[in-house]
């Protein structure tokens, strides 16, 4: 059978737009490639673009080029398990001050342990200057496993950090005298506001902003309400609106179970603690989210974009009145992605995982 050329073209649109799960139409612009397990996306302007390698380095895509050399004078990190170079985040007055903050894993001196460790410093061309430490998470671990290590601003200038259960340390997630499990919240100077929920308790760190996670590894605020995203055990991936001095639940309540199959917890819910507003079962193994607020996929406007590594793909979430009503998969024809972000144009980014990592722009055909 021959086609006519426009009968060719409407076949190829229908058969692209069965092909893409989705009724929107969109192709992959590689912008940088070859990159060593890249971790963490943080956007400064549609040709600017900040991102962590686990490995151990701080990258640039600099006037949409990738620079071969990494951002100089970054911590030396603990590359480890799941350790490594992890968040990055830009301050909210960035485009003034040229200050960032990483989050990362690190050895402690002379010994056999580690923890999680904060630093904000300022980007002068490709490196950093006046690096100061401004969190490190208590206790110390002897584990490279669940660290969180992500970062965001919330609209009053204070800094959220999410530290992870350190895998071996779950139960302390649960208990106020460690970081193990917590969402943190610091001024961006390291300094404590006044107001956290457990500031006036003996038996509580002053950092805690709220406890009961597991690992979380997306965090992100849209238009003040805080959305925070956690890797769960076998089943048990959850999305939680984070509110101050709340307990989500993590391990006495749980929609997973352990990876050798048997029980964490014979409980889903329990008083006084959150429940999610999303859960996989399944796992989908989530690790990078955002809120897409761009006009260049209208249909997508005002979703929250879950990118997952098993199999490899983005769960697009419609949010009504923080429930979530559809869920979609998109984007499942890449590899593992460990992080999403969008561009101020509306460009979608995407960072796929591994050696060989690639950072991937998706736009409208
Ligand atoms: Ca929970």
């Known amino acids: 059978m021959r086609y006519s050329q426009p009968t060719l073209i409407l076949v190829i649109s229908i058969i692209s737009l069965f092909l893409r799960s989705e009724e929107v139409n969109y192709n992959y612009t590689i912008i940088a490639e070859g990159l060593d397990r890249p971790w963490s996306l943080a956007v400064i ?4 673009i900040i991102f962590t390698e686990l490995s151990g380095n701080l990258r640039q895509i600099k006037d949409g080029k990738l620079l071969s050399a990494p951002v100089a004078g970054t911590p ?11 968040g990055v985040v830009l301050d909210p007055n960035f485009q003034n ?13 002379g010994a056999r342990t580690n923890t999680l460790k904060v630093i904000r410093a300022v980007l002068s061309n490709n490196e950093l200057r006046d690096v100061s430490e401004i969190f490190s998470a208590f206790p110390s671990r002897n584990t490279a496993l669940h660290y969180g290590a992500k970062m965001v601003f919330m609209n009053d200038g204070t ?8 895998f071996n340390y779950r139960e302390k997630a649960q208990s ?10 610091i001024n961006s100077d390291g300094s404590l506001p006044a107001d956290n929920p457990f500031s006036d308790d003996p038996n509580a760190l002053p950092e805690i902003w709220s406890y009961g996670h597991r690992n979380p590894q997306g965090i992100i605020n849209y238009k003040g309400e805080i959305y925070g995203l956690e890797h769960g055990p076998m089943g048990g991936d959850e999305i939680n609106v984070i509110k101050p001095g709340n307990n989500y639940g993590w391990p006495a309540i749980t929609y997973g179970k352990d990876y050798n199959g048997s029980i964490i917890s014979p409980f889903t819910e329990m008083k006084g603690m959150e429940q999610p507003i999303k859960y996989w079962v399944p796992s989908i193994a989530p690790s990078g989210m955002m809120l897409y607020d761009k006009d260049l996929f209208p249909e997508w406007k005002g979703s929250i974009f879950v990118s997952s590594m098993k199999p490899g793909s983005v769960r697009r979430l419609e949010l009504k009145e923080n429930k979530i009503t559809q869920e ?11 992080d999403i972000a969008f561009l101020p144009n509306g460009s979608i980014l995407l960072a796929t995982d591994g050696s060989g990592g690639e950072i991937i722009s998706v736009q409208p055909n």
């Open 328 to 338: 979609h998969i998109i984007f499942d024809d890449l590899s593992r992605i460990r």
């Open 176 to 185: 106020l005298d460690n970081h193990f499990g917590k969402i943190v919240r």
């Open 45 to 48: 302007d549609d040709e600017n």
């Open 159 to 166: 800094l959220l950090i999410t530290n992870g259960d350190g």
């Open 97 to 109: 001050n040229k200050v960032l903050y990483l989050a990362f894993s690190a050895r402690d001196e």
């Open 76 to 86: 030396e990190v603990l590359f480890k398990g799941q350790g490594g170079m992890s």
